[in-house]
């Protein structure tokens, strides 16, 4: 069983930065691939950013070159810095993992789920 938690989520203006963590216990994570996705009021979750066990990334066209995310498997913690923030990525930012050697895209491929931190980015 695998727990996560997030953390880093608040209030900023637009062009801001954030900077999200997700702690994880009860397994190591080394081996997970390990996800970011968000869910605005009213929609559905969406795909954000993924990493792999050995650094690979991949981004939603709607944040490349806004956001970065990193892991610290010394840590246990994956990162996603968030910079030129806009409003509409205003959103719960929930972290996910998922024992895969492919990439995961949709949320139903995610075994993993933390409680979600929330993002707000004011005009």
């Known amino acids: 069983q695998v727990q996560l938690v997030e953390s880093g989520g608040g209030l900023v203006q637009a062009g801001g930065s954030l900077r999200l963590s997700c702690a994880a216990s009860?397994?190591?994570?080394?081996?997970?691939?390990m996800g970011w996705f968000r869910q605005a009021p009213g929609k559905e979750h969406e795909f954000v950013a993924a990493?792999?066990?050995?650094?690979?990334?991949t981004y939603a066209d709607s944040v490349k070159g806004r956001f970065t995310i990193s892991r610290d498997n010394a840590k246990n913690t994956v990162y996603l810095q968030m910079n030129s923030l806009k409003p509409e990525d205003t959103a719960v930012y929930y972290c996910?993992?998922?024992?895969?050697?492919?990439?995961?895209?949709?949320?139903?491929?995610?075994?993993?789920w933390g409680q979600g931190t929330q993002v707000t980015v004011s005009s």
């Open positions: 996910a993992a998922t024992r895969t050697t492919t990439w995961a895209l949709s949320k139903d491929e995610y075994k993993y």
């Open positions: 009860g397994r190591t994570l080394s081996s997970y691939l």
């Open positions: 990493i792999n066990w050995s650094g690979g990334s």
